[in-house]
């Protein structure tokens, strides 16, 4: 028998003559009792839907089911099939539906196609920003033992699928036909990395084994299940402090701006050991003062006084908005570049382009003259506490990344924290719109080497 290499639809056509009740029993199985006990609505997103198959058994079940894949000739087999529910092609990945909408995202047999790693996240991003806060995600995927083994409807006991390193082609002989298939190759740890990295909690992980009283002729299944299935819980937004302990390695820090020491003493707290640096004299007295054992200094000629590539992080908060013109801001990211390691992480807090249009909690910019900014501009603001104006610049989010990139900067994460009812704080606007952006950045060399980073790439010409 000659062997072919197939498609994806080939694949996928392939995967809906699979008997529900023999080669893919496993993939099912278990799966009603994991949904009674972790889903707790009914709307249903069926992620990579194929034919309809796994739409059809969500469906079964109960759930409202919507479904999107890649293909177009795979969605038009799902309409085909199931004509009352709305099955979608993705457009450049996105997912046509609001954000929070599904309790339930299912994706049965889907991630070991997408590779490389930034695609599995910013697919499992994009299925993420549609879960519901707490919603669940149900992800069947390859166990990653099962690439040795022969199963009753694949065999991957290939001499090339010995040694695979993550991110690797497995190739797979689907039994029954002459062709065979090739999966990305990702471990466990990865799963685990990207679902934790896109803000889901792995509630558990199943592994179907075959047992007597399925009455099938199991090969290995009983010893080694073919499939690995999460369940992964959607996190509840995370915080401020959650950004700098989810990106940053080492715990040497600078706070560039320090003021008077509270944002040093937030760091401090973190457990950061924390030198501060600012433009005034007085500030650093008064952050000495506060702060007796740590290390606060004068920059003289904005030069920070420390040794390159010297700190994991470099964090910087509100204080970007107080410089100006651009090549002083220029001159300034490039200096906290310096003393940053290969792999350290900067985090600037700024103010968002709408925190100069809105009323906040402690400050409030709706004046005229702050209409129709353009960059570079001073923004007016008047401190609620204390009746004075203050005068940013005005820089926008492309200023940002276009800065932070010539500096050699890759922007990972653009954080805007919106205020929450569990605040208990008497929030203005800051439940809608945030007045904050937190950027997170890493040297440009670390992302091409290790080529797994994350989100958010605008192109700035
Ligand atoms: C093996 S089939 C499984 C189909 C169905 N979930 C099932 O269990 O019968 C995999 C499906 O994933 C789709 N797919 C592959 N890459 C995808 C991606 N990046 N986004 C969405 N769907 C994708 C393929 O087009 C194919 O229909």
Request: overall charge negative; some cysteine; hydrophobic content about 40%.
């Amino acid at each position: 028998m000659s062997i072919h290499g197939c498609s994806h639809d080939e694949y996928s056509k392939l995967f809906s003559q699979l008997r529900l009740n023999e080669e893919r029993y496993l993939d099912f199985r278990d799966v009603p009792d994991l949904l009674q006990k972790y889903v707790k609505g009914r709307v249903a997103l069926d992620y990579g839907c194929g034919t309809g198959i796994s739409a059809a058994f969500l469906k079964d079940l109960g759930f409202l089911v919507d479904g999107v894949d890649i293909s177009e000739s795979m969605v038009n087999l799902a309409r085909q099939a199931m004509p009352e529910n709305n099955f979608q092609v993705l457009q450049e990945g996105k997912i046509p539906a609001e954000d929070v909408h599904y309790d339930l995202v299912f994706c049965n047999w889907v991630l070991p196609e997408i590779g490389p790693k930034h695609e599995l996240f910013s697919t499992l991003s994009e299925i993420t920003r549609v879960l519901k806060e707490h919603g669940i995600l149900i992800a069947v995927v390859a166990n990653e033992a099962s690439y040795q083994k022969d199963y009753i409807f694949k065999n991957s006991e290939f001499e090339e699928n010995k040694n695979l390193k993550s991110g690797d082609r497995v190739k797979i002989l689907v039994k029954n036909s002459n062709f065979f298939f090739r999966d990305y190759f990702w471990t466990d740890k990865d799963y685990q990395e990207v679902l934790s990295k896109v803000g889901l909690d792995v509630v558990v992980v199943h592994h179907p084994l075959g047992k007597d009283d399925d009455g099938i002729a199991w090969i290995n299944e009983k010893e080694v299940s073919p499939d690995t299935i999460y369940v992964a819980q959607k996190k509840k937004k995370e915080k401020e402090t959650y950004t700098i302990q989810k990106y940053v390695k080492g715990k040497v820090a600078l706070d560039y701006g320090c003021g008077t020491g509270i944002s040093a003493a937030f760091l401090k707290e973190l457990g950061f050991l924390v030198d501060g640096v600012d433009i005034s004299e007085s500030m650093v007295n008064l952050a000495q003062q506060a702060m007796p054992k740590n290390n606060f200094q004068v920059l003289q000629e904005g030069k920070i006084p420390a040794e390159d590539k010297h700190y994991d992080l470099v964090f910087s908060s509100w204080v970007l908005p107080e410089i100006g013109p651009k090549d002083k801001l220029v001159s300034t990211l490039l200096e906290m570049t310096r003393v940053l390691k290969e792999d350290g992480i900067l985090i600037v807090v700024v103010g968002s382009e709408a925190s100069y249009t809105k009323e906040w909690i402690h400050a409030n910019a709706e004046f005229e003259e702050n209409k129709n900014l353009k960059s570079g501009d001073r923004a007016k603001i008047l401190a609620k506490s204390s009746n004075f104006f203050w005068r940013d610049y005005f820089w926008t989010d492309k200023d940002y990344r276009e800065v932070l990139s010539k500096v050699g900067l890759d922007v990972v994460v653009v954080h805007h924290p919106l205020g929450t009812d569990d605040d208990g704080i008497a929030w203005i606007n800051e439940k809608v719109v945030s007045p904050d952006s937190i950027y997170v950045a890493q040297k440009k060399n670390k992302k091409e080497k290790e080529g797994d980073t994350i989100q958010v790439k605008t192109e700035i010409k």
